[in-house]
């Protein structure tokens, strides 16, 4: 294929500039919160639990994830926890619930503004840890009927928010209920018995929460990230047909148990809720094993380049639980800390949360992406899964091959070339093509213009890809759902055939 040198371009400015769409920031400008969920923290101190840096020597807590780069913090709160902050599970198991009533939940917001730490409230309406199969009604609360429960969340709600402002304290992000997937205050608020009374449960926490603090933004968190269909049944019944009130949608993301490989899909899940639904998104819980600190870097790195792919300043951040912890200090032994034990009551933070020092560039080449065209929901694939130059580029349902796995180099603006993982060669026109229709194959690199594109954001979310030589949009032939449908490059004509998502593989 013959070199095409960008000096050679300029005659083709004024057809580029007319058929050029409305550019868009192709990624978020806020930089994205690295949190961590430190509930445990202070119960910790009070047995006798210390951490140290790097050295060795024993610093305040707080102030080592800060400098390995955390930004915000989680805390929760029960309603009346037991005395002693613990709590025998249904299945037997004992666990440590942290210093989470209402004067656990201010000291630890205190300690946190101090050190300017940006905070994420969790109400878990209940006095222990809810999840998706236990959110038990608060003894308190226990005879009370649905109304008398709505009241109850919202005076509740209130009242902690109250607290919290009196000491100038307003979190920017609060959770009304924890991994609310089947509902909330079972069992009148169960998702088996319908949306409608959950909906009146999660819009009484949300207006206490605005009446007294309407700067802080309320997330409604589900579990299972990579569940497409979960999130899209409840979020359809939750906000659509019921009217429910939220600012954020938020997930949680443990591969330890969801299982591996899920990355696409909850990617997939973080794009399709803030666009379908207008809304912030942010992965509220995550966590891999204490014992594989590179793997779980990895993680980390993931989740934040899935983030990054959401457009238009949707994506917050990513909190992980309880990095504070080690299994050998906690009476459920709990492995999904980011600490080592390094002596009787002395812990160290791993490198695991080094990937917390730094953001990740949009579409950056430290992690492969499946290319999916948002009307067939299908991924680009090299036909035949072939090596050669000039192999054709179709859509195919995705089956986690290499040839659907994509990485993007920027050479600048918003241009890049975007390599195969399984041939390493990349996406091109054939011929020098300025034509509508014309193919898209993979061809080895030559730094021409016709191997660059643009990328860019549509106001609804979702991504444009242009060539730079032509000025025409990557779409599928025929606007065709089935697989094996070619690659080519049209004039836009703002249908969903030529919008993208572009999601974390690995």
């Known amino acids: 294929m013959k070199k095409i040198k960008k000096y050679l371009i300029p005659c083709l400015f004024g057809l580029m500039s007319i058929l050029s769409f409305n550019k868009i920031n192709v990624s978020a400008s806020e930089e994205l919160i690295r949190g961590a969920d430190i509930g445990w923290l202070s119960q910790l101190e009070d047995e006798g639990i210390s951490w140290v840096d790097d050295k060795g020597k024993q610093e305040d807590a707080l102030l080592l994830l800060k400098e390995k780069g955390i930004t915000a913090v989680r805390l929760r709160v029960f309603v009346n926890p037991p005395e002693d902050f613990t709590w025998t599970k249904p299945d037997g198991t004992v666990c440590k619930l942290g210093y989470a009533n209402t004067d656990g939940l201010i000291y630890t917001a ?15 309406y209940s006095d222990h840890f809810a999840d998706p199969s236990i959110q038990d009604v608060p003894d308190q609360w226990g005879a009370a009927t649905e109304v008398e429960l709505e009241k109850y969340v919202y005076d509740y709600t209130e009242y902690i928010m109250k607290r919290l402002k009196t000491e100038g304290i307003y979190p920017e992000w609060v959770q009304v209920g924890n991994e609310v997937s089947h509902g909330l205050l079972f069992p009148t608020g169960e998702t088996v018995n319908g949306f409608e009374q959950l909906t009146k449960y999660l819009n009484s926490g949300y207006d206490a929460i ?19 269909e979960h999130f899209e049944w409840f979020f359809s019944n939750f906000l659509t047909e019921c009217g429910g009130k939220t600012d954020v949608i938020g997930m949680s993301y443990y591969p330890y148990w969801m299982g591996a490989n899920e990355i696409e899909n909850m990617t997939y899940n973080l794009n399709q809720m803030a666009t379908k639904y207008g809304k912030e998104v942010m992965i509220c819980e995550t966590g891999d094993y204490e014992t594989n600190p590179s793997g779980t870097y990895t993680l980390l790195r993931q ?14 951040g990513v909190f992980y639980w309880e990095p504070e912890a080690n299994s050998a200090i906690l009476p459920d032994e709990y492995p999904l800390g980011a600490s080592e034990f390094i002596s009787d009551n002395v812990l160290r933070f791993t490198s695991a949360l080094d990937a917390f020092k730094e953001e990740p560039e949009f579409l950056s080449d430290e992690c492969s992406f499946e290319i999916q065209n948002f009307k067939t929901e299908k991924a680009l694939n090299v036909n035949g899964g072939s090596k050669e130059n000039n192999a054709s580029i179709e859509q195919y349902s995705y089956g986690k091959w290499d040839s659907q796995k994509w990485y993007f180099e920027k050479v600048d603006d ?61 779409g599928i032939s025929n606007a065709s759902e089935e697989d094996g449908a070619l690659c080519v490059q049209d004039s836009f004509d703002e249908s969903d055939n030529f919008k993208w998502y572009f999601l974390v593989t690995e």
């Open 210 to 228: 605005k009446a007294v603090s309407p700067s802080s933004k309320v997330v409604t968190h589900l579990t299972h990230g990579g569940g497409i």
């Open 110 to 124: 205190k300690r946190a503004k101090e050190l300017d730490m940006k905070i994420l409230l969790v109400f878990h």
């Open 303 to 316: 989740e934040l380049n899935a983030l990054k792919t959401v457009a238009n300043d949707k994506a917050i």
């Open 414 to 474: 918003n241009y890049y070339v975007i390599k195969n993982k399984n041939s390493g060669k990349v996406l091109d026109i054939r011929g020098f093509s300025t034509e509508r229709g014309t193919q898209c194959l993979q061809h080895e690199y030559n730094e021409g213009w016709n191997q660059m594109w643009e990328i860019t954001a549509t106001d609804d979310g979702k991504y444009l890809i242009k060539n730079r030589w032509s000025g025409l949009y990557l």
